[in-house]
């Protein structure tokens, strides 16, 4: 990262630096702190974390890193960036998503609700963090939910869709024909409701595959060619 910092420096622009890091750090063991101070250090001019983690915790590992700056004296020569994903992941290991069971084909169930950005959107903003968006699993809705948050922060802009007419929080649910989903248009409604993955046999939490493996191990070379059915089967042997 420090490398790609300094020769990112070298076209005179500014620089945007983030990990796929959650609060443990990362996979050598090097601290949320220390990251974020080194590549502050090198030359970033924001730092910050994105991918692999779901947004509370991306916000907890922003969190620890804006500690670090702020121990360093660091904190007021950057700006901070959170760009999670918009799955839940409180089972992920140091990894993250990549190492549960459902990756990628499966991770539906895990999406995160508008209301869920509602909340990381305020959280991020309050933290100090003034880049936030999204990366994996993130919806053209999950931004207009970011969006609308924080309206009164970004001086009142918004989008047509978000407009009095399109309200979110339930405009449209006003003329609904069901009295019981007009009822719901309003948004203390929407931000108490535990929603159900309809899924009955479905398990709370997952366990991670935690291969122990790392960037840099030869089991993580990028394949020029597909694996054989031969190969799979020894994958499948050694994961079992």
Known sequence: MEWAIEVCKETGLPV????????EGDLHGVSNEVCAV????????????NCHFDPMMSLDALKLMKNGLEEAGLLDSVHLMCQPLAYKTPDAGRQGFIDLPEFPFGLEPRICTRWDMHEYAREAW???????GGCCGFEAYHIRAVC????????GRLGESSTEKHDMWGAGLKIHTKPWVRARAHRDYWEKLNPSTG??????LSKPDAWGVTKGDDILKQQTEATTDADIAKLRKAQA
């Open 148 to 155: 609308e948050e924080l309206v009164a922060e970004r001086g």
């Open 199 to 204: 899924r009955p046999f479905s398990a709370a």
């Open 16 to 23: 945007a630096a983030s990990m796929c890091i959650g609060p």
């Open 38 to 49: 080194r590549m502050a250090k090198a030359g970033a001019n924001v730092v910050g974390v």
């Open 126 to 132: 309050k933290l100090g963090c003034r880049y936030i």
